[in-house]
Nanobody
């Protein structure tokens, strides 16, 4: 199976930056996709960004484009989410998740890391 551990969340002022990390362990394949999702209080979980485990294909939600960058370090089995120009509406629990690129659902999830952006 696959285990995911997020880190890097915290409290930051509006306009600041944070870098989230997702350490991936267990059975992984080059066909996997790793994604970041977030869930604000009272809201549904939403997609933020994704990256394939091989190649350079990435996807972003409109809310993340131009401010967030997803990247990976295969040697460290870690995926990052660099978040710049943070806004109070970015406040949420951020989760990383893994799936095969041939499926639509994400079966593997981390425990989440809290990001709070103060105004």
């Amino acid at each position: 199976q696959v285990q995911l551990v997020e880190s890097g969340g915290g409290l930051v002022q509006a306009g600041g930056s944070l870098r989230l990390s997702c350490a991936v362990s267990g059975r992984t394949f080059s066909t996997y996709v790793t994604a970041w999702f977030r869930q604000a209080p009272g809201e549904e979980r939403e997609f933020v960004a994704s990256i394939r485990w091989s190649g350079s294909s990435t996807e972003y939600a409109d809310s993340a484009k131009d401010r967030f960058t997803i990247s990976r370090d295969n040697a460290k089995n870690t995926v990052y989410l660099q978040m710049n120009s943070l806004k109070p509406e970015d406040t949420a629990v951020y989760y990383c998740a893994v799936k095969s690129r041939f499926t639509s659902s994400y079966p593997y999830w981390g425990q989440g890391t809290q990001v709070t952006v103060s105004s």
